[in-house]
């Protein structure tokens, strides 16, 4: 009952947030019509508070539109509202167009003057089409989309509507006195008067910034001025008995008991604590999604990890086997992994390269391409790999640089879920054993990450650092640890170097493994490889067949695997052109 109060005054609220602030010249304008104003406003704000309930079931609820991508919302209703516009701004817009009577007449002058002839579907449509818009402005509506409506439909339902119905009556109460005072000024009476034709820039304008998505940038200074959402948080009752049904409350009081101990914070106590996890930005693919669209926003009220990582990075291979067990083993349970594939070479951009990589390493989670770096940029990311843990309320509660940190990062896994399970009212089945794959030791690796491409090849002995253009090289009798050399030609770019025929690397290094990330001629680049003056024998690593790594697409290539670590010189001759070498890393 708490709740369902907590809901009305929340839908009162929401008009007064800033998502909605900007949008309240279309309701009060929207409804125009002189002596008939407080019918045209109950129409419109009837018909956006059925908008609101039908937009929840449809698209919040149901399996069918949930893949239904926001932008196509947007789109949607940025378009009535941009004909709407157009209808105030030119008033006889329709009487210049041939055969514009009969059409008006066929569909009941719907959206055009029908519209400024105070038609009832006319009002109907304008509401309908914010629907979408105020259904994302309040903390109250999620908490009960995403805690209550899965436990009890009844409830869930109720609430929903004592949500709709505080905000229409609040609206309709705006949009009436607002009228009222535009009579008294005589402002709206001249339908081709300046202010109606005003009104009409004011439609389309917000029909831009809804379709383009650049809403959320124009209300940002609101916030600093409204923000009646944090009144809604300290209304709200804490996450832990949001649902009112009995198994809900058990559950949550049990939560305490087990292994993962769930935090039960209210929204503004998580608020305090962490940051918003920023949404994926613009990404130029999706793997993974059979092509669909994702975003946090719509996995809202799920566990997500976010990921960045890159498919050349030998660091970031060694923690897949880690995030796919965790993706088979808790995606039941409300756990979703995106990968966010950040490239750090110029092969990396190319979509079918990512792809390749997926099905070599048995990835089957999604994965997002972030060429332009603007998801990376939106989270102020400076590393491969990082992982964020998103919990449902979209907060980040745990990140990671690098690999290690397994333990830790399942454990916080499993507490996010559990704290999800107690919320929805479901039985705590996070299982407490992490996942038993065993991590690399890299206690023995004591060389660094060597680039051969001129914008970062410092550590290139033998050579110009830093120098575009081709050279040709000799290798010294005499060479130091952890310094590159090369013989023969060598043509560097900025990111990596091409050899010829016969070029050489020599390499003195203190590991156990070592990767080679290169790219090759189509039919495949043969390379000799040598240690220590030898044939590579049984210290061969995977892509290494009879003493000859052979490269072809552009990746990392397992080169050395010895049986512990030491110290070695590795040696490589191209034996045929079309070497593109980029980096030596070191496991």
């Known amino acids: 009952m708490a709740l369902l109060f907590v809901a009305f005054l929340a839908g009162m609220l929401t008009v007064l947030t800033p998502c909605v602030l900007p949008l309240l010249p279309v309701i009060v304008g929207g409804s125009l019509a002189g002596g008939k104003s407080a019918k045209r406003a109950f129409t419109v704000t009837v018909s956006l508070g059925i908008s609101v309930f039908a937009f929840t079931f449809l698209l919040k609820v149901s399996t069918v539109f949930i893949a239904v991508p926001a932008a196509a919302w947007n789109w949607l209703s940025g378009s009535i509202l941009m004909l709407v516009g157009i209808f105030f701004l030119f008033p006889h817009f329709w009487d210049l167009v041939p055969g514009a009577a009969k059409a008006n007449r066929d569909s009941n002058k719907l959206l055009s003057r029908g519209y400024l002839k105070q038609s009832f579907w006319g009002d109907v449509v304008v509401g309908a089409a914010l629907g979408p818009v105020f259904s994302t402005c309040s903390p109250t509506y999620f908490v009960v989309l995403a805690s209550v409506l899965p436990v009890s439909f009844a409830a869930g339902v109720a609430d929903i509507l004592a949500y709709i119905l505080g905000l229409c009556i609040f609206l309709f109460v705006i949009a009436v006195a607002g009228q009222r005072l535009m009579d008294m000024l005589s402002i709206a009476a001249d339908p081709n008067g300046w202010f109606r034709k005003g009104l009409g820039i004011i439609f389309m304008a917000l ?16 916030y600093d001025l409204f923000d009646a959402t944090k009144l809604e948080e ?11 049904s009995p198994e809900a409350m058990a559950s949550s009081t049990d939560a305490g008991t087990t292994a993962h101990a769930p935090a039960m914070r209210t929204l503004a106590e998580k608020s305090a604590q962490y940051q918003q996890a920023p949404e994926l930005v613009s990404p130029d693919g999706y793997l993974n999604t059979d092509g669909k669209p994702v975003t946090l926003k719509s996995l809202r009220g799920k566990v997500v990890l976010v990921d960045f990582w ?39 951009h190319v979509e079918a390269n990512v792809s390749a990589a997926l099905k070599r390493f048995g990835i089957t ?34 990140d990671h640089v690098g690999e290690g940190g397994y333990a830790e990062t399942e454990a916080a896994i499993q507490a996010a879920l559990a704290e999800r399970a107690a919320r929805m009212g479901a039985p705590d089945t996070v299982a407490t054993s992490t996942v038993g794959v065993a991590p690399a030791n890299l206690s023995g690796v004591g060389s660094p990450e060597t680039y051969f491409g001129a914008e970062r090849n410092e550590y290139l002995a033998n050579g110009t650092q830093g120098k575009l ?25 900025s990111e990596s170097a091409g050899a010829s025929a016969g070029a050489t690397v020599s390499y003195t290094y203190k590991a156990k493994d070592v990767y080679f990330v290169a790219s090759g001629a189509l039919s495949g680049t043969r390379i000799e490889v040598l240690q220590d003056g030898a044939p590579i024998g049984s210290a061969a690593g995977a892509d290494v067949k009879d003493g000859v790594l052979t490269v072809g697409e552009s990746r990392l290539y397992h080169v050395v695997a010895n049986p512990g670590a030491g110290e070695h010189t590795l040696f490589l001759k191209a034996l045929s052109p079309g070497l593109q070498a980029y980096t030596l890393t070191f496991g």
């Open 207 to 222: 029909a831009v910034l809804i379709v383009t998505g650049t809403l959320a940038r124009v209300e940002a200074p609101l």
């Open 234 to 244: 300290h209304l709200l009752p804490s996450p832990a008995s949001a649902s009112s």
């Open 310 to 348: 890159t498919y050349s990075c030998i660091n970031c291979e060694r923690t897949l086997p880690y995030l796919e067990a965790w993706y088979r083993k808790y995606k039941d349970q409300g756990f979703v992994i995106i990968g966010v594939h950040t490239p750090e070479f110029a092969f990396e």
């Open 365 to 398: 989670y999604p994965v997002v391409l972030d060429n332009e770096y603007k998801t990376w940029n939106a989270y102020q990311n400076s590393y491969w790999p990082h992982e964020y843990l998103v919990d449902m309320d979209g907060f980040v509660v745990h």
């Open 469 to 493: 253009g081709v050279e040709t090289l000799t290798i010294p009798d005499s060479t130091g640890a952890n310094e590159l050399y090369l013989g023969g030609t060598w043509d560097f770019a």
